[in-house]
């Protein structure tokens, strides 16, 4: 059965090229990960499962004998490339341990031809399921006389690619729009602030398409998700409940086209 297992793990590795990538991604030691490939050692059922999750495969499927396991990716690889959508499904995939130092709480921020002279602020998590990094995000915003009330609830996945963090986001409703953050993370500093720029669609008064810069600051373990979320909303530019730094990054013009 280990040397059905290390054959197959080879088999997986090869598609991969970097076994140092491999091992950095699932977070597993590089010389504990080679007594795997060579049938010497076999292993603890935590990082067999974590093996699995990487390889978008299952535990038994690992153990399976190399020509049966042989068979059932042929077959899996012609069933994965019946869509054009499958081109994604590998590209946000990741077992990285380098992306789960960004997993959690964030306060956003950007700007929005919807909320002119404004900072919109909204609450997202970055959190990991099945070998993917997916992110939930909320906004809350009322304007200033109180007549447009706007909540709305973002659901999208989340990969690191080149040293930059891409995120890809659907509004939950009918008719939804798409829209895409890009954040460069700094790999020596301790994740406080993550700067990059949102593209999407404004609500109002037009659905026109617009990229704002945005800045992620990290939340502690410590608040409470209603303080949160009670913070979040449309503030002035102003407010003293901005922080100098993001005010600072989110001065320059919103961009949008018409």
């Known amino acids: 059965m280990s040397d059905d297992f290390s054959r197959n793990l080879r088999s997986l590795c090869a598609d991969r090229g970097s076994i140092a990538q491999v091992c950095r991604d699932i977070g597993l030691n590089r010389q504990q990960f080679n007594r795997y490939l060579s049938g010497a050692g076999m292993p603890a059922a935590h990082n067999l499962r974590r093996i699995a999750r990487y390889f978008r495969s299952t535990e038994a499927e690992l153990m399976a004998p190399h020509e049966e396991f042989e068979r059932r990716r042929k077959t899996d690889r012609v069933a994965r490339h ?37 900072i919109l602020r909204g609450l997202s998590c970055l959190y990991e399921r099945d070998g993917y990094v997916l992110v939930r995000s909320l906004e809350r915003a009322t304007s200033r006389d109180g007549s447009i009330v706007h909540r709305t609830r973002y659901d999208g996945v989340v990969t690191r690619r080149g040293g930059r963090i891409y995120i890809l986001e659907q509004e939950a409703r009918s008719e939804a729009s798409v829209d895409e953050t890009i954040l460069m993370p700094s790999p020596r500093q301790k994740v406080n602030y993550l700067q990059g720029i949102t593209m999407g669609v404004a609500t109002r008064p037009y659905l026109l398409p ?48 018409s």
């Open 210 to 257: 617009y990229a704002s810069r945005s800045i992620w600051k990290k939340l502690g373990a410590q608040v409470p998700a209603r303080e949160a979320l009670g913070a979040c909303g449309v503030l002035p530019f102003n407010s003293r409940k901005i922080d100098p730094t993001i005010r600072s990054y989110l001065s320059t013009e919103t961009l949008t086209v």
């Open 82 to 118: 019946a869509g054009p959508l499958d081109l994604f499904a590998e590209a946000f995939q990741t077992g990285s341990s380098e992306m789960r130092r960004y997993l959690g709480w964030y306060h956003s921020h950007i700007t929005s031809p919807s909320w002119e002279g404004c």
